[in-house]
């Protein structure tokens, strides 16, 4: 007895507290990732999954991903591509809206507000949206700039192996543009006001102040929007699935589809959770790289 | 919380007006899809294009409330059990673990934040298949509930860290207090500390919400019959059997933003809060 009741007098009752919600994600989350990784290493297809006893195979499946064709690497190429080229234009259009909607006029804070709309809509709409859009023949974005007089024929956006990369992308710009806008303008009112008054009572031009003032002091939120938007971005799956289910050609096959089709397409467990393994493992260095840099002062 | 000085009259107007345009350019997305959705599949192929229907066609909505296989409305309802389904795991699992990582110092509770902000950045790919052959053995495969745990993974630990910086802001001496009136550390918890903490649980029900609501994924994989499958994964039917029904296609749209649209008008405060809190610090 009196043992229980020193127990419950010591912090240790934060632990039964914490216990119901880590057993969960333990088995719906941590074991799963274990197992992952087992399956990765097995050989588990359509013919074995229902089978108790399974081959190990050790890292075969993963010598024969980067063999038998050239998908993987395909895959990750296309995933950097994908990532980098949406950050870096969400990134320059979020800053620029950020610093616009610093501004203080009248609509600054109710537009600012709407603006988030694209990054709540579920993924699946937005990429039926940009499908439709870009649409070969019943597309507005081929009406606008045939009208313009760019170009004279439609174009096949999606199922054209140049164009379709740049189209997914562009669908995911729209909606990355509101996260990247939304924490830089949130970084912006941290820096002291005095700082501008000041700069601007010894002369500096705007850009000046840009360079020397916001970016510097600023530098913690960009490294963090940068960071976290590369981890989400290197991610997506819904938008390229939905949008082009990797091709055509594979020309848009990210590590995340590529792992679905060979899991649930092509019914090769093992090689789908092989791929995915690889995401996992590029995305948790990139984590704790982050988680490093922000809590490198900060006690947890 | 604009922070530069008050700008003259004439720069005020000029920059509403750039601000009404950036508006009509970046949301005209979701403008395009309502017109077309209202639009006869005729008028939605016609050139040059109308931007608002000469005709207004309620048809794409009235045919799904009667017709079967891709009932949107069952579909959406399924889609409301399963986003509910998950919230209400998320809070329920989340605001006690929270409370516990934020007050209270125990071994291996570093470990255990790290788990969860890990969990955060988590690609659906790596929980797809372990978690596809987990159900067929626990015979989940193709329930309900296969989605509702699976989605309730990604709102949990974005709610134990939003709410972990909730209650460490609570000052101590309310929970000293409460204890000189007699409360232990359970009703403590429950009496005085969940109702101060009421606007952060609401911040992660809506994120978990809103989580579930646009997994396709989950949906997708561990559910196979369409009578059962969320409203995303009924939109990705559709799409693959009647790839060019735009009139269709779009008023299924519509319809799943419609909660999407009422949370964001009647929340909207919530949602930045979630979004700046949740994200850069963790």
């Not at chain 1, 190990?56 to 038998?68: E, K």
């Not at chain 2, 309502?34 to 229907?53: A, D, G, M, N, Y």
């Not at chain 2, 019959?225 to 009139?247: C, E, H, V």
Request: proline content about 4%; glycine content about 6%; some cysteine.
């Amino acid at each position: 007895m009196n043992r229980i009741k020193k127990f419950f007098k010591y912090d240790n009752v934060g632990m039964l507290f914490v216990l119901p919600g880590f057993i969960y994600m333990m088995v719906f989350v941590g074991f799963p990732i274990i197992y992952n990784f087992i399956l990765s290493i097995q050989d588990v297809t359509v013919q074995t999954l229902r089978s108790d006893v399974k081959e190990f195979v050790g890292f075969n499946n993963y010598i024969q991903l980067f063999r038998q064709d050239n998908v993987l690497t395909l895959s990750i190429w296309n995933t950097l591509k994908f990532t980098v080229m949406s950050i870096l234009f969400q990134f320059i259009t979020g800053f620029a809206l950020a610093l616009f909607f610093n501004k203080n006029f009248f609509f600054a804070k109710p537009v600012r507000g709407l603006l988030m709309m694209p990054w709540m809509i579920p993924v699946t709409i937005t990429a039926l949206m940009f499908k439709f859009m870009f649409g070969t023949d019943v597309g507005i974005i081929n009406y606008l700039i045939c009208s313009i007089g760019l170009i004279s024929e439609n174009i096949d956006w999606l199922t054209n192996t140049a164009t379709a990369m740049p189209t997914v992308i562009f669908a995911n710009i729209w909606i990355g543009i509101p996260f990247n806008m939304i924490l830089l303008a949130t970084g912006l009112t941290t820096i002291p006001q005095e700082l501008y008054e000041s700069a601007s009572i010894d002369g500096a031009n705007k850009f000046h102040t840009f360079k020397e003032i916001t970016l510097p002091l600023l530098k913690p939120t960009i490294d963090s929007v940068l960071i976290l938007g590369f981890i989400y971005t290197f991610k997506v799956y819904d938008l390229v699935y939905v949008m082009t289910s990797g091709g055509p050609v594979n020309s848009t096959q990210v590590l995340s589809t590529y792992s679905y089709k060979l899991s649930f397409d092509m019914f090769r467990y093992s090689q789908g959770a092989a791929v995915a393994n690889i995401l996992f493992i590029i995305l948790l260095l990139v984590s704790l790289l982050y988680l490093r840099y922000v809590y490198v002062e900060e006690e947890v | 919380m604009g922070t530069e000085r008050n700008l003259s009259r004439r720069k005020n107007i000029l920059y509403c007006a750039i601000s009404v345009l950036i508006i009509c350019i970046l949301l005209f997305p979701l403008y395009w899809i309502l017109v077309t959705s209202l639009k006869t599949e005729k008028e939605i192929f016609q050139i040059p294009p109308t931007f608002w229907p000469k005709e207004l066609n309620l048809k794409s909505y009235m045919t799904q409330l009667e017709r079967g296989d891709f009932n949107m409305f069952r579909s959406f309802r399924n889609s409301i059990v399963i986003s509910v389904g998950a919230m209400i795991i998320s809070i329920v699992l989340a605001v006690p673990a929270s409370y516990g990582v934020a007050k209270f110092s125990f071994k291996g509770k570093k470990a255990i934040i790290l788990g969860f902000l890990i969990t955060q950045m988590l690609p659906v790919s790596v929980l797809l298949t372990p978690l596809f052959i987990m159900y067929n053995k626990m015979h989940l495969y193709n329930t309900v509930w296969s989605t509702i745990f699976a989605d309730a993974t990604i709102g949990i630990p974005f709610s134990v860290l939003v709410l972990k910086n909730f209650f460490a802001s609570i000052p101590d001496e309310l929970e000293e207090a409460a204890y000189i009136d007699g409360y232990n550390r359970f009703t403590t918890f429950t009496k005085v500390l969940i109702p101060i903490a009421k606007p952060g649980i609401v911040v992660c029900g809506v994120f978990s919400f809103l989580y579930a609501w646009g997994d396709l994924a989950y949906g997708m994989t561990f559910i196979i019959d369409q009578q059962k499958r969320p409203i995303t994964a009924g939109i990705f039917n559709f799409l693959g059997q009647y790839g060019t029904k735009w009139s269709y296609l779009t008023a299924f749209a519509v319809v799943t933003i419609i909660p999407v649209a009422l949370i964001f008008i009647f929340m909207q405060k919530y949602i930045i809060e979630g979004m700046t809190s949740g994200a850069v610090k963790g």
